[in-house]
């Protein structure tokens, strides 16, 4: 039998009651002491929760995207943790919108952020149409610029995106090669035929700038200098372009009367050269042929269904961006500015540029009697004293206290008053034609439009509204509003479809492995703001832009960030 005194129990209790006491820090030096520290981050940033539409045309699914570095890695029910996460949900998580047609070559390297296409929810620009930031050589001067208050100058189209990556920008960049700048590098401002050795010569130039990392030739058929290429010479061009997995990109040559025919000559062009063939800002831009959009389509399902691969872009509004001077007819440009300042001085060229401009001349696309002769659908988009203002207003006002005053002779004093130069919006096609285009699943969308700001210096001028409002435009007023459009198909028509067109299999989609070029928005909300009348007005909706996995746009607010790259 145990014996235990009064004094044994009373110190067992004693004892009993400091370990009582001492429990609970016993207890959490244990568990500090088994417990393993918190696993680092697996990845960079994690967006939860949102509504993916991932680019191929497939229906929307809830899910995660993880972002490692500049990658997606994974897509779906995602475990690990994110060093920062975003609540996406509500919003659509998509692939960064591609356009299929910028003119941001110079003012992207003014301003990097490229303010008024990532608060659209771009985050690569295709740029070239004619023109391209390359090759400058032989009868071409080179460019002289600025940047960051630096003398920048290349010659060759692999130069300029050698300063694209050093000097940084906010989205990804990818060029096509300008029919109309190789053609200038050996034939200057002449409008003569070339020889064959000048023609050796711009092969020669269009195969450097493949090698450079070209997607393709680009070219505007409708004026000089690339009207006065044949197709047979296309064809020879192409074939070059085709060598090194290029695309025919084409501006037709009359978007008007001879619109069939100009489809046709550019899908005979893909025919014979093998190539894959993309029209430019395909429409209908004379109302003596609106309404027959389905004539066009039926044009280019032909030609698919025999093997040629061609489509088309557009930007989702009825008026187009030019210049006044196009008014006048090819021969008035030739030798450059300055020799057409001369014509318009001269009364005999003149009275022959009336003629031509009133009767027109077969093959040109005439934007005068395109639009009926109707100033009023003429609107001064260029930084002007007139600009915001149709042309039928400015001619009242520079005629105003003469009587009969001829309206033509009233254009030519104000273009030359102009320097021969004035941007200018014109009411051309119709939104009937422009819908059923846009339905047509080879047809994408491209803004045609600039990287401007609603402030500093790319704040100039009286732009195009698409330079500031053309994929929420889409989303907004196409899909949300008008029904015109499910949700999925206008994202594929905006992210893979054209990096397919443009082989770059690496970009597109929301899926891992590809690079993370996201658009975050909010669909209920997503809208365009920028005007006719005021431009100037950033887009709704877009809530986060991600390029190369950093964020650019947080929040409806630009980051500063230029992770874009070159894409050669």
Same mark, same amino acid.
């Not at 200098?225 to 061009?237: G, I």
């Not at 989609?509 to 100037?536: C, H, M, N, S, W």
């Given at each position: 039998?145990?014996?235990?005194?009064?004094?044994?129990?009373?110190?067992?209790?004693?004892?009993?009651?400091?370990?009582?006491?001492?429990?609970?820090?016993?207890?959490?030096?244990?568990?500090?002491?088994?417990?393993?520290?918190?696993?680092?981050?697996?990845?960079?940033?994690?967006?939860?929760?949102?509504?993916?539409?991932?680019?191929?045309?497939?229906?929307?699914?809830?899910?995660?995207?993880?972002?490692?570095?500049?990658?997606?890695?994974?897509?779906?029910?995602?475990?690990?943790?994110?060093?920062?996460?975003?609540?996406?949900?509500?919003?659509?998580?998509?692939?960064?919108?591609?356009?299929?047609?910028?003119?941001? &070559?110079?003012?992207?390297?003014?301003?990097?952020?490229?303010?008024?296409?990532?608060?659209?929810?771009?985050?690569?620009?295709?740029?070239?149409?004619?023109?391209?930031?390359? #090759?400058?050589?032989?009868?071409?001067?080179?460019?002289?610029?600025?940047?960051?208050?630096?003398?920048?100058?290349?010659?060759?189209?692999?130069?300029?995106?050698? /300063?694209?990556?050093?000097?940084?920008?906010?989205?990804?960049?990818?060029?096509?090669?300008?029919?109309?700048?190789?053609?200038?590098?050996?034939?200057? &401002?002449?409008?003569?035929?070339?020889?064959?050795?000048?023609?050796?010569?711009?092969?020669?130039?269009?195969?450097?700038?493949?090698?450079?990392?070209?997607?393709?030739?680009?070219?505007?058929?409708?004026?000089?200098?690339?009207?006065?290429?044949?197709?047979?010479?296309?064809?020879?061009?192409?074939?070059?372009?085709?060598?090194?997995?290029?695309?025919?990109?084409?501006? /037709?040559?009359?978007?008007?009367?001879?619109?069939?025919?100009?489809?046709?000559?550019? /899908?005979?062009?893909?025919?014979?050269?093998?190539?894959?063939?993309?029209?430019?800002?395909?429409?209908?831009?004379?109302?003596?042929?609106?309404?027959?959009?389905?004539?066009?389509?039926?044009?280019?399902?032909?030609?698919?269904?025999?093997?040629?691969?061609?489509?088309?872009?557009?930007?989702?509004?009825?008026?187009?961006?030019?210049?006044?001077?196009?008014?006048?007819?090819?021969?008035?440009?030739?030798?450059?500015?300055?020799?057409?300042?001369?014509?318009?001085?001269?009364?005999?060229?003149?009275?022959?540029?009336?003629?031509?401009?009133?009767?027109?001349? #077969?093959?040109?696309?005439?934007?005068?009697?395109?639009?009926?002769?109707?100033?009023?659908?003429?609107?001064?988009?260029?930084?002007?004293?007139?600009?915001?203002?149709?042309?039928?207003?400015?001619?009242?006002?520079?005629?105003?206290?003469?009587?009969?005053?001829?309206?033509?002779?009233?254009?030519?004093?104000?273009?030359?008053?102009?320097?021969?130069?004035?941007?200018?919006?014109?009411?051309?096609?119709?939104?009937?034609?422009?819908?059923?285009?846009?339905?047509?699943?080879?047809?994408?969308?491209?803004?045609?439009?600039?990287?401007?700001?609603?402030?500093?210096?790319?704040?100039?001028?009286?732009?195009? #509204?698409?330079?500031?409002?053309?994929?929420?435009?889409?989303?907004?007023?196409?899909?949300?509003?008008?029904?015109?459009?499910?949700?999925?198909?206008?994202?594929?028509?905006?992210?893979?479809?054209?990096?397919?067109?443009?082989? /770059?299999?690496?970009?597109?989609?929301?899926?891992?492995?590809?690079?993370?070029?996201?658009?975050?928005? &909010?669909?209920?909300?997503?809208?365009?703001?920028?005007?006719?009348?005021?431009?100037?007005?950033?887009?709704?909706?877009?809530?986060?832009?991600?390029?190369?996995?950093?964020?650019?746009?947080?929040?409806?607010?630009?980051?500063?960030?230029?992770?874009?790259?070159?894409?050669?």
């Amino acid at each position: 039998m145990l014996n235990i005194t009064y004094e044994h129990l009373a110190n067992i209790m004693r004892h009993l009651r400091t370990l009582l006491w001492l429990l609970p820090t016993i207890l959490f030096v244990t568990v500090c002491a088994t417990t393993p520290a918190q696993p680092p981050a697996e990845f960079d940033l994690v967006l939860r929760g949102g509504k993916v539409v991932d680019g191929t045309g497939n229906p929307w699914f809830h899910g995660d995207v993880a972002i490692l570095r500049d990658k997606i890695v994974a897509v779906g029910k995602v475990t690990g943790k994110g060093k920062r996460e975003i609540d996406a949900k509500g919003l659509i998580v998509a692939p960064g919108f591609i356009d299929a047609h910028s003119h941001s &070559d110079f003012t992207l390297l003014e301003d990097g952020n490229l303010q008024s296409k990532i608060r659209q929810g771009v985050t690569t620009e295709v740029l070239g149409e004619s023109t391209s930031p390359g #090759p400058y050589q032989d009868k071409l001067t080179p460019p002289k610029m600025l940047i960051a208050g630096k003398p920048a100058r290349w010659t060759t189209l692999g130069g300029y995106f050698d /300063i694209v990556d050093k000097s940084g920008v906010s989205a990804n960049v990818v060029s096509y090669v300008g029919l109309g700048t190789v053609w200038r590098c050996v034939m200057g &401002d002449s409008h003569a035929r070339p020889t064959p050795a000048q023609f050796g010569r711009i092969k020669e130039l269009v195969e450097e700038a493949m090698k450079n990392g070209a997607k393709g030739m680009s070219c505007m058929l409708a004026a000089p200098p690339d009207s006065l290429a044949t197709k047979d010479e296309l064809v020879e061009l192409c074939k070059v372009v085709a060598k090194h997995g290029g695309i025919f990109v084409s501006h /037709i040559r009359n978007e008007g009367t001879e619109v069939f025919a100009a489809i046709r000559e550019v /899908i005979e062009i893909g025919r014979l050269a093998n190539i894959v063939v993309e029209i430019l800002h395909i429409k209908i831009a004379d109302q003596q042929y609106w309404g027959r959009m389905n004539e066009v389509v039926r044009l280019i399902d032909d030609a698919r269904k025999s093997d040629v691969n061609v489509g088309a872009n557009l930007y989702p509004y009825t008026r187009g961006n030019n210049n006044l001077a196009t008014i006048l007819p090819p021969w008035a440009h030739e030798g450059g500015t300055a020799k057409m300042l001369e014509r318009l001085k001269d009364p005999a060229d003149r009275s022959t540029m009336k003629t031509d401009i009133t009767k027109g001349i #077969p093959g040109w696309y005439n934007h005068y009697t395109a639009i009926g002769g109707d100033w009023s659908r003429m609107l001064i988009s260029a930084n002007h004293a007139y600009k915001g203002l149709t042309m039928d207003r400015v001619l009242a006002e520079r005629t105003k206290g003469k009587k009969n005053a001829d309206l033509i002779e009233a254009f030519f004093d104000f273009l030359f008053d102009s320097g021969g130069s004035v941007g200018t919006v014109y009411d051309h096609h119709t939104e009937k034609d422009m819908n059923l285009a846009m339905t047509q699943p080879w047809c994408t969308i491209g803004s045609d439009g600039f990287g401007l700001s609603i402030e500093g210096p790319l704040r100039r001028g009286h732009p195009h #509204p698409r330079s500031f409002g053309t994929f929420p435009r889409v989303l907004g007023v196409y899909v949300r509003q008008k029904g015109l459009l499910k949700l999925e198909d206008a994202v594929r028509k905006m992210t893979s479809q054209n990096a397919a067109k443009l082989g /770059i299999f690496d970009r597109g989609l929301v899926r891992a492995g590809q690079y993370a070029d996201i658009a975050i928005l &909010d669909a209920d909300k997503v809208i365009d703001r920028a005007t006719y009348i005021e431009p100037f007005q950033y887009s709704e909706g877009i809530e986060y832009v991600i390029v190369n996995g950093q964020i650019v746009l947080d929040q409806g607010k630009h980051t500063g960030a230029k992770p874009g790259r070159a894409l050669r």
